[in-house]
C-alpha cells in the first residue's frame, strides 16, 4: 500500500460520502496540507489524512495545527490507515478512524461533526481560493468567470440551446448556492 494509492482511496470515499468538491494536497497558508478533504452542503467540509506507517502517523502528531487543533481544517477530521495500523484509542479527541482492506473503506470511528474553528475557515477559505487561482492560471488567457459562462455562449451558438449532452447551468445541481443550508451552518455554529 503506497501513500497515493490511499489518497485516491479517500478521494473516491469523500466522493461517497457526498462531498461536492474535493481536493487532495493542497497546501493551506496555515502550512497544513491535507491528503483529502470535501465540502458537503451548508459548507460542511470532511478532512482525511492518510497514513501507511506507524512511524508517519506518529509524526503527525507532532505538527503545529495537531498540537492546536483550532488550527486544523475541517468540520469532521479521520485517519485514513490500513486496517490494523493504529487503534481507535489512538486517534486524537474527536477524529474518526477509516480503514482500508478488502480493497474497501470502513468507518472503525465516526468523527465529531463540529471540529473547525473560525480560524480553520479561513484556512479552507484560502485553501479554496489558492486552488482556484491555480485553475485560473492555467486556462489562461480566460479567467474562470469566462470559463464558467462558456455553456451559455455555447447555447448562444447553437440558437438558444445548450450542447447535446451538456446540462444547463440553471439545471445543474449546486447546492453550495443554497442559502437556506448557509443560513442553518451560520446558526448551529457549524455542526
Same mark, same amino acid.
Given at each position: 500500500m503506497t501513500h497515493a494509492v490511499l489518497v485516491r482511496k479517500a478521494v473516491d470515499w469523500l466522493r461517497?460520502?457526498?462531498?461536492?468538491?474535493? =481536493?487532495? @494536497?493542497? &497546501?493551506?497558508?496555515s502550512g497544513e496540507m491535507p491528503d483529502a478533504?470535501?465540502?458537503?452542503? &451548508?459548507?460542511h467540509s470532511v478532512l482525511v489524512e492518510c497514513k501507511v506507517s506507524r512511524p508517519d502517523f506518529l509524526a503527525d502528531r507532532a505538527k503545529p495545527f495537531r498540537l492546536r487543533p483550532e488550527l486544523g481544517?475541517?468540520? *469532521?477530521? %479521520?485517519y485514513l490507515v490500513p486496517r490494523g495500523l493504529v487503534s481507535p484509542e489512538e486517534i486524537p479527541l474527536g477524529w474518526g478512524l477509516l480503514e482500508f482492506h478488502s480493497r474497501a473503506i470502513h468507518m472503525a470511528r465516526a468523527s465529531r461533526k463540529n471540529l473547525r474553528s473560525d480560524h480553520g475557515f479561513r484556512s479552507e477559505m484560502n485553501l479554496l481560493l &489558492?486552488? =482556484?487561482?491555480?485553475? @485560473?492560471?492555467?486556462? *489562461?488567457?480566460? +479567467?474562470? +468567470? @469566462? %470559463? =464558467?459562462?462558456?455553456?451559455?455562449?455555447?447555447a448562444e451558438y447553437n440558437g438558444g440551446l445548450p450542447p447535446q449532452g451538456v446540462t444547463p447551468p440553471t439545471g445543474e445541481e449546486n447546492f453550495f =448556492?443554497?442559502?437556506d443550508l448557509c443560513e442553518e451552518e451560520i446558526g448551529s455554529g457549524g455542526d
Open positions: 461517497q460520502y457526498r462531498c461536492g468538491v474535493v =481536493l487532495s @494536497e493542497q &497546501a493551506c497558508i478533504i470535501g465540502w458537503k452542503r &451548508a459548507c481544517v475541517g468540520n *469532521e477530521r %479521520f &489558492a486552488s =482556484l487561482r491555480r485553475v @485560473e492560471i492555467r486556462i *489562461e488567457p480566460q +479567467t474562470v +468567470t @469566462e %470559463f =464558467l459562462k462558456w455553456q451559455n455562449r455555447m =448556492l443554497d442559502a
